[in-house]
């Protein structure tokens, strides 16, 4: 019998070295296994970098399952609601994926790599749930977190970077697309996406190059502002931009215990996603039950009067806040936006767009407590939405 | 243009020819399609040697529903009702039953046995009034009829008394072992009991939820045993005579390879020859895992519902033995009229526990357990006269042998269960002509039944009633829209009943569906 070393404790990204040398805060916390920074220096430096130049987030953590086989598009096709058929080799698609009650267990996003062969990424592990839908279908699910590391690169200046690492062609990536391209003696894969709702990429390569990449990006990005960020930062600019986070704006179905405490695509506001016109999905039957018979919650983006985040909150449907109609789950002063922002879950029929609710905001002051009812309107564009996210190629900056 | 029907039925099997002669009746165009020649499924007579038939895997019937005769005006005829039992005993003092009464045991087991009888059969009636219903839902939007019948169970339960519900409840997740063993001292009488417990599945005596399975044998027709008149093949005959006289149209020879979908949901079936048929309403009369993973595919299906039919435990262990005899072999101890009865050779219940143990490790009993009729005694068409057939049920003999089922490892089980026979029957081996073994795995590719197993499923609580054959898809619908499950996989099993069927063709009739 041979003992197969496993590493104890946390996992150390094999950026590790680089982002302990930078690192002043020492605030590390568990993602899924591996150490994830808080944030290196200042948070709220580190925030600014994407708005205003280019953070470096470490991706590496991000749980990286290798869809192959000859049902690989009838496995992503029947696991995601949204119509996979359509994303060609080249492209990723962001998706959610549900259980037979039409129940978000998480969402990601899904590299079409080469033709048959994809990718999937998510905060979340899914192995268990993967292995379960593979019944019955010939594929072969891999899980390659540990052996492809990534580094998301993240703000206004972050194709400048790309381009100044050498980089060619970078300038002509779409949105939502990959590609491979040469770097030093090897190849790298870079895709145009990321979590902060800016210009950005991603980057993706194996672990041995992972140093190489980190030097020649922060030696590139110098005079265009680069730093490293850590989740904090990353939460913020995630808020700005509406993106949902799992355990945070809904929770995976499958580690709910109470009924009705999981969400739905629809109840998410991801009615985008779901496409009842392609082949069978899982969570079909139940959420065209839904769409007859409409949705219990809603999920709304609040852009709140003042200047104090309403963490936490209850929203009310009338400034006398008698009863509740939801309550916030992510929030934060934008100072890119100038507006007070948050995500949060409305019973339905509120949470059209341009209601008027009231979110009850509780605050500190030198140890006392203090509330008060803040306007709040629902809007539907994400708070932070530059034209530069969207231009092909995105401009020097 | 393919043909439309308004529903398609795959599979002649009594279940599926019963709930089509009932669609029919209700003015419905039904086509029936079998991959057989014969109809009838696994209830069907078949010649395996020159001038001698049988009965292929069903062989006794128990459990066919008067409600199932009522509804179609069925006239099946038998040639032995009632039939006994006799426990063999290899010394010739054998133990006899008939109904509630026992011979050939001690004055303290036929009274023990009078009082087992009295509450099985008590427990077995409550059970019985199941049957032939829908098993309610259990979910958040279980209907008001769903809650009644809830209710009623519960009722029923607690109207056996005080004494008598704590006795159903201790005893309905038990195994049988425990309970004949604090009953009995007759080896032979326990021997016997246990094997009726334990026939036709993945348990031996001392597994759990074997009660339950003697209760589900005693429910269908409180334990009445007849063989009918030319073999199972006359109870299918029957059921598809009405079949088609109601209006539905049979084709045998007619392999169905897949189950159309469209627009997620069902649209009508595919053959081998790649002929096609139209219809919004299929109705599987195979079991569910042939159902959903060969003929529908897990992509048309949710996942975790997938899962559950995935695992589905369905390994056959019930070998079909038929030999060829030029005459009846000497039973010490039987008289000539008693081979018109049922024999079982099952000496003690630890005998039964140890044939099942090869089983759970890939391996055929060294000493394996049987159920025996003569057929031919009472019925000359099944051999040429003066000559016989026995039908045996062998037991434990594993769907997936570790050494894998080829010639040698049949032919050799086939030499070991004639010699074990031959303990019983001295001169047997000597008037055997031709022989055939169907072992489970023969029965998957001859009447194809995943894992061979006669329940489409085993029978135990958690494959039981609400949950039969999984949770949330005991309603003999299926999670797709225009399928429906009729066959001994959906509530309440197997056996020869037709009550899946009947309950599978109320079940379409009820949700209003129509074209």
Redesign the interface.
Known sequence: MTIQEVPQGRLRSPFYPRQADLDRLFQWHDWKGYASAEGFYDTTLEYFSVRNSAGVFDLTPMTKYRITGPDSLVYINRLVTRDMSKIKPGRVAYAVWCDDEGQVIDDGTIFHLKQGEYRLCSQERHMAWLQMSAIGMDVTIVDETEEVCGLALQGPTSCSILKAMGIEGIENLRPFGMATYAFQDTEIMISRTGFTGDLGYEVWLSNDKALDLWDAMFDAGKIYGIMAMGTEALEHARIEAGFIAAYVDFLPANVTVRTGRSRSPFELGLDWLVDFKKPNFNGRRALAREKRNGSTWQLVKLDIEGNKPAHHSYIYSTSKGKKDVGFITSAAWSPVCKQNVALGTVRSPHGKVGEKLYVEIYYQREMHWSKMMAEATVVDKPFWDPPRKRATPPGPF | MSDRYDAIVVGAGHNGLVCASLLAKAGKKVLVLEANSQVGGAAVTRSFADGYSVSSVAHLLYQLQPQVIKDLGLNIETVSNNMGTIALSADGNHVRFNGDEVSGVGDEDVAQFRDFRKRMTRFAKLLKTFLNKTPPRLA?DASKSDLFTLAQLGLDIRRLGKVEMQEFLRLIGMNMRDEVAERFDSALLRGAISLDAVMGTHLGPRSPNTILTYLYRLAGGDGAISQPSGGMSSVAEALAHSARENGATIRTNMKVKRIV?EN?RAAGVETEDGERFSSWLVVSNADPKSTI?NLV???????????RI?HLRMRGNAAKLHLALDGLPTIPGVEKREYADRFVIAPDDQYVERAFNNAKYGETSVKPVFEICFPSFRDASLAPTGKHVMSAIVQYVPFELREGWSDKTHSAFEKLAIETLAEYMPDLADRVTASELLTPADIEEQFHIHGGHWHHGELTMDQFLFTRPVG?AAQYAM?L?GLYLCGAGAHPGGGVSGAAGRNAARAILKSGYSL
């Open positions: 958040n979908i997620g993973m595919q897990a992509r048309h299906v949710e996942t975790e519902f997938t899962h995935h949330g999670p829209d």
